[in-house]
Structures are given as structure tokens and as C-alpha cells.
T-cell receptor
């Protein structure tokens, strides 16, 4: 299995509080992603990174920010958590491969509950 | 990226082959077909991918029709541990970070029965 860890694995917080989720990889892969998964919506991309300090928005980025100061760490921050951000969050990594394909490896997920 | 259509759910008997279809009739020539699965409460797992030739690895086989408008993922001897949601994803692979993201649809829930 790819070396990806997420922390915390479970978190309960209150509306309005800041929350930071961490994704750590030991594979030295260039690309890192944050997805959220909700019933009826499947997996949706929040933000992604294509290198240290290089990040961009995904399809559901409102209310989230990210940072990547080191290759191995990708942080997802909810500046002021809302109940609509209750979800399971997955981090993924991939390495660019010449010739085309893009296998993504996923972490175990973080279950976040915002009360 | 091309849209895909998969059945919502399928059943398969343990030990039998599971054949999961995916329709991608609007696929273009430079789009790959990827399959991932997600076992309950776990992160998605890559299974296989292909462009136009059939592919096989230790997990599964991927059969892509000649016109590339549909494909079938085959698990040759399904086990109870193969019960999962299977996602068929079609996408272009280009250089540049944003083009490496995956778009997951609803997938097919495969239930392997004893």
C-alpha cells in the first residue's frame, strides 16, 4: 500500500471553529488531492496541489483552503466549519508518468462531524 | 471528460466471474478508461486502466470495445471481499496539474453473495 496517512481519522467539532486536516505521504509523489465524499454525491474534488506551494481549486472549494509547504504534507483547512462540511475527507496522491496514465492512491479518510 | 453510465447495482455469486459494464459513448480518441473501487469505509483503490487494447493485471481484466464506446471490467473469480462500489472513469491525460484530477460518478455497487 502507498504510504499515505491522514490525521485525525475522526473529529467532531462545533460550527464556527477552525479545523485543519493533514495528509502525509512517504512516496515523494508530486500531486496531492483533497476529496470529500457525501451520500448521493460520490467523491468530489476540493483542492489539489501539483507541487510545493502550487495549489488550485477543485469543484467544491468554497469554504476550504489548502497549503503545501513540503512535498510530503498537504493541509486542508476549514476556516470556520459549517454543518454542510460534515463529510468524509480523502486525500490522494499521484505521480506524473510520461505516456499518460494517472493512478491515484488514496488515504484511509477522515470522518468530520460539525455540530 | 466523457460521461460514463454504469448500472446502479449488480449481484454476483462467489467464485463466479463478475462482469461490470460501463458505457462511454462520447469518449474521444485521447481519453483513457480507468476503473477504481471503494470498499465500504475505505479510500478508493485503483484497479486497472486502458486506452484501446484489452488489459489484464493481477486484480482484473478490462475489455474495451473496438469503437471504444463501452467497456467491461471482469473480476474472474469474485470473492466476498470484492463487494464494493466500482467506478468507471474516462478522462484525458494531459500534462499540467489540473488535468490529473479524477471525476467520480455514482458507480456500481457490486455485491458478491456466498
Amino acid at each position: 500500500d502507498a504510504g499515505i496517512t491522514q490525521s485525525p481519522r475522526h473529529k467532531v467539532t462545533e460550527t464556527g471553529t477552525p479545523v485543519t486536516l493533514r495528509c502525509h505521504q512517504t512516496e515523494n509523489h508530486r500531486y496531492m488531492y483533497w476529496y470529500r465524499q457525501d451520500p448521493g454525491h460520490g467523491l468530489r474534488l476540493i483542492h489539489y496541489s501539483y507541487g510545493v506551494k502550487d495549489t488550485d481549486k477543485g469543484e467544491v472549494s468554497d469554504g476550504y483552503s489548502v497549503s503545501r509547504s513540503k512535498t510530503e504534507d498537504f493541509l486542508l483547512t476549514l476556516e470556520s466549519a459549517t454543518s454542510s462540511q460534515t463529510s468524509v475527507y480523502f486525500c490522494a496522491i499521484s505521480e506524473s508518468v510520461s505516456g499518460g496514465y494517472n493512478e491515484q492512491f488514496f488515504g484511509p479518510g477522515t470522518r468530520l462531524t460539525v455540530l | 471528460d466523457a460521461k460514463t453510465t454504469q448500472p446502479t447495482s449488480m449481484d454476483c455469486a462467489e467464485g463466479r466471474a463478475a462482469n461490470l459494464p460501463c458505457n462511454h459513448s462520447t469518449i474521444s480518441g485521447n481519453e483513457y478508461v480507468y476503473w477504481y473501487r471503494q470498499i465500504h469505509s475505505q479510500g478508493p483503490q485503483y484497479i486497472i486502466h486502458g486506452l484501446k487494447n484489452n488489459e489484464t493485471n493481477e486484480m482484473a481484466s478490462l475489455i474495451i470495445t473496438e469503437d471504444r464506446k463501452s467497456s467491461t471490467l471482469i473480476l474472474p473469480h469474485a470473492t466476498l471481499r470484492d463487494t464494493a462500489v466500482y467506478y468507471c472513469i474516462v478522462r484525458v491525460v494531459r500534462s499540467g496539474g489540473s488535468n490529473y484530477k479524477l471525476t467520480f460518478g455514482k458507480g456500481t455497487l457490486l455485491t458478491v453473495n456466498p
